[in-house]
């Protein structure tokens, strides 16, 4: 079973930068597409950045130039770099593992929590 913990979120003013992690244990890193999704309240969860096994990024329209996605197959460990962070951004903030073989599963992790405010 994979098990994915995120780490990183708090309270940032408007402008700055947090670091989130994502931790993944149970599984073969090497074989799943890892992605961040956020959650506002009220709102659908939505795709914020994602990253292939091949290490190809995909970013939301909204986050494109601000956020960073990578992946370290050694800490089998996947990074969101969110800088220049406005109030929108404010959500929480899940991680995502998505097998690439038939049969493979679809893994969230807990949840971490931003907020951006002043």
Same mark, same amino acid.
């Given at each position: ?7 990183? #979120? #708090? ?51 909204s ?10 197959s ?24 998505r097998?690439?073989?038939? #049969? ?6 807990? #949840? ?7």
């Open positions: 079973q994979v098990q994915l913990v995120e780490s990183g #979120g #708090g309270l940032v003013q408007p402008g700055g930068s947090l670091r989130l992690s994502c931790v993944v244990s149970g599984g073969i890193f090497s074989l799943h597409n890892m992605g961040w999704y956020r959650q506002a309240p009220g709102k659908q969860r939505d795709l914020v950045a994602s990253i292939t096994t091949e290490r190809i990024p995909n970013y939301a329209d986050v494109k130039g601000r956020f960073t996605i990578s992946r370290d050694a800490k089998k460990t996947v990074y969101l770099q969110m800088n220049s962070l406005k109030p929108e951004d404010t959500a929480v903030y899940y991680c995502n593992a097998a690439i073989f038939v #049969g493979g599963g679809d893994y969230w992790g807990q #949840g971490t929590q931003v907020t951006v405010s002043s």
